[in-house]
């Protein structure tokens, strides 16, 4: 269940969340970067264990990284999911999980084939 309709990455929205700075935009960008697998493992982990609170943590923190660094899709996915997670609909969010951690990989994968 993919972000088809948002973008991986949005240039121009990134740019505008760091306040027209391109400096900035790269500088987050390349922050979320770097963090992605510690998330990635941190959330299936802690999906895994059931351990609710920390994949809460985990997914709030990554929606507000997402938010300054032009990844809509991402920013998107990872919105739903902290929002059941704070409404305590633990029950159903195996799919809102991997659309996260398909989110993840395609910012990665998307990275990836820009800067190679």
């Not at 505008?16 to 970067?33: I, K, P, R, T, Y």
């Not at 493992?41 to 943590?57: H, K, N, P, V, Y």
């Not at 990844?71 to 969010?93: F, H, I, M, T, Y």
Request: proline share 3%.
């Amino acid at each position: 269940m993919m972000e088809t309709a948002l973008k991986v990455i949005d240039n121009e929205l990134a740019l505008e969340q760091a306040g027209g700075s391109l400096e900035l935009a790269h500088e987050l960008f390349a922050m979320l970067l770097k963090e992605l697998p510690q998330f990635d493992s941190g959330i299936q982990a802690a999906f895994e264990r059931c351990d609710w609170e920390t994949l809460q943590q985990s997914v709030h923190k990554l929606t507000g990284a997402a938010i300054y660094c032009g990844v809509p899709a991402l920013k998107s996915a990872s919105e739903r999911l902290d929002k059941k997670l704070k409404r305590g609909q633990n029950d159903d969010v195996g799919p809102d999980v991997d659309n996260l951690l398909e989110e993840i990989h395609r910012v990665q994968e998307h990275a990836h084939l820009r800067i190679g």
